[in-house]
């Protein structure tokens, strides 16, 4: 295995036995595919129960858009953040957009959460549309911030040609967070430079997550931002009290979502200071030969589990919360002392949570 890049300060001494606030994590309702996108009203309706500080949505075009469950959720929460992690600019006009948006915030008191990624250059090849650049992310949020603040917006550059947009009318609401999914240096630090706070990827180690929070900070600092104004939610696929068939699921499969993608897989080994090695063997899986873009379109959950059995136990134990409660309560720990701001825990929906939140609880009271 290659030798993970030196600890930063960051990452020495994390363990700690400083209480949890159920409000600095949150949950993804409805993970990986679905076909029937009501199971996420229940979802969040625990996660709003259990006090937990925002619910996540990850748009799939079918049975996830966005902008429907993001009201949908808003009405039957009254204190979690409904927060998109992630969506895409370019899937919607920025007026259409940024209408969205403040909708949403206008439903929810000001609870929506604008999450983006860059996704992969096939994908947008796929559907017609140019690559993401970092020129086109940080002139697309310009856009929509100031939409968003009811200004008149005059563009024509990489995002596109939009003569003269604004909002006929605005909700007593401010504009939402906007949040840039990343993991390689160049986009974390596009994401301290110009938004409002950085989604970091599942199955990143704590040294990971901590190298990660330096270099957005210190971009912020560059650009002559507030290094803490920039808020870091770190990704943590949590599995505890499921059945091993399913907390393989929840873990190996997912793994498999990430690590079989080329180029991506690496990206994620290169941060964690992993050899690469075993992604060879993972995509050579027969339940993986052949198969091109993300497994998850066109494999079930048991066929991703299975090849999920050829990754290094190492790589998930080290990337994931699994185990007791308690264990779960230490690998939050470890996260937000490598400097995550929140925590966003993936894999097993709210509901599935009761007992690691009773473990956060108990851990702050036997603390305090």
Same mark, same amino acid.
């Given at each position: 295995?290659? @030798?993970?890049?030196?600890? @930063?300060?960051?990452?020495?001494?994390? #363990?700690?036995?400083?209480?949890?606030?159920?409000?600095?994590?949150?949950?993804?309702?409805?993970?990986?595919?679905?076909?029937?996108?009501?199971?996420?009203?229940?979802?969040?309706?625990?996660? *709003?129960?259990?006090?937990?500080?925002? %619910?996540?949505?990850?748009? &799939?075009?079918?049975?996830?858009?966005?902008?429907?469950?993001?009201?949908?959720? =808003? +009405?039957?929460?009254?204190?979690?953040?409904?927060?998109?992690?992630?969506?895409?600019? +370019? $899937?919607?006009?920025?007026?259409?957009?940024?209408?969205?948006?403040?909708?949403?915030?206008?439903?929810?008191? /000001?609870?929506?959460?604008?999450?983006?990624?860059?996704? $992969?250059?096939?994908?947008?090849?796929?559907? =017609?549309?140019?690559? $993401?650049?970092?020129? %086109?992310?940080?002139?697309?949020?310009? %856009?929509?911030?100031?939409?968003?603040? =009811?200004?008149?917006?005059?563009? *024509?550059?990489?995002?596109? &040609?939009?003569?003269?947009?604004?909002?006929?009318?605005?909700?007593?609401?401010?504009?939402?967070?906007?949040?840039?999914?990343?993991?390689?240096?160049?986009?974390?630090?596009?994401?301290?430079? #110009?938004?409002? /706070?950085?989604?970091?990827?599942?199955?990143?180690?704590?040294?990971?997550?901590?190298?990660?929070?330096?270099?957005?900070?210190?971009?912020?600092?560059?650009? /002559?931002?507030?290094?803490?104004?920039?808020?870091?939610?770190?990704?943590?696929?949590?599995?505890?009290?499921?059945?091993? +068939?399913?907390?393989?699921?929840?873990? /190996?499969?997912?793994? $498999?979502?990430?690590?079989?993608?080329?180029?991506?897989?690496?990206?994620?080994?290169?941060?964690?200071?992993?050899?690469?090695?075993?992604?060879?063997?993972?995509?050579?899986?027969?339940?993986?030969?052949?198969?091109?873009?993300?497994?998850?379109?066109? &494999?079930?959950?048991?066929?991703?589990?299975?090849?999920? @059995?050829?990754?290094?136990?190492?790589?998930?134990?080290?990337?994931?919360?699994?185990?007791?409660?308690? #264990?779960?309560?230490?690998?939050?720990?470890?996260?937000?002392?490598?400097?995550?701001?929140?925590?966003?825990?993936? =894999?097993?929906?709210?509901?599935?949570?009761?007992?690691? %939140?009773?473990?956060?609880?108990?851990?702050?009271?036997?603390?305090?």
């Amino acid at each position: 295995m290659a @030798t993970p890049p030196p600890a @930063t300060p960051a990452s020495v001494a994390r #363990h700690t036995d400083t209480p949890i606030d159920p409000s600095v994590l949150g949950a993804y309702v409805l993970p990986g595919r679905v076909s029937d996108p009501r199971a996420a009203i229940t979802q969040a309706r625990a996660a *709003d129960e259990l006090g937990l500080g925002s %619910i996540w949505l990850s748009e &799939r075009w079918g049975t996830k858009d966005l902008g429907v469950l993001a009201g949908a959720l =808003g +009405q039957v929460t009254s204190q979690a953040r409904i927060a998109a992690g992630v969506t895409h600019f +370019q $899937v919607r006009h920025p007026a259409v957009l940024a209408s969205m948006a403040m909708t949403a915030q206008g439903l929810t008191g /000001g609870r929506f959460v604008l999450g983006f990624g860059r996704s $992969v250059a096939a994908m947008w090849k796929a559907v =017609g549309l140019p690559p $993401v650049t970092n020129r %086109i992310l940080a002139d697309s949020a310009d %856009i929509l911030r100031r939409l968003c603040n =009811g200004d008149k917006v005059s563009y *024509d550059g990489p995002a596109g &040609r939009f003569p003269a947009m604004r909002l006929s009318d605005l909700p007593d609401a401010p504009p939402p967070p906007l949040v840039l999914a990343a993991i390689g240096p160049k986009t974390l630090a596009l994401a301290g430079a #110009h938004f409002d /706070g950085v989604l970091l990827h599942p199955f990143l180690t704590p040294d990971a997550v901590a190298r990660s929070v330096e270099l957005v900070r210190a971009s912020a600092e560059a650009a /002559g931002r507030d290094p803490m104004s920039v808020r870091v939610y770190a990704t943590v696929v949590t599995a505890s009290g499921l059945p091993p +068939q399913e907390e393989a699921a929840v873990v /190996g499969g997912r793994a $498999v979502t990430y690590f079989q993608i080329p180029g991506f897989g690496e990206r994620l080994a290169e941060t964690n200071g992993w050899d690469p090695g075993p992604l060879r063997r993972l995509r050579e899986h027969p339940q993986l030969t052949g198969v091109r873009g993300s497994a998850d379109f066109v &494999r079930t959950r048991d066929q991703l589990t299975d090849a999920a @059995t050829v990754l290094p136990g190492e790589w998930l134990a080290s990337s994931a919360a699994v185990g007791s409660p308690e #264990h779960c309560v230490s690998r939050f720990r470890e996260y937000l002392a490598a400097g995550a701001d929140e925590l966003v825990l993936h =894999g097993s929906t709210p509901d599935q949570l009761p007992a690691v %939140i009773g473990a956060v609880l108990g851990a702050a009271a036997t603390t305090g």
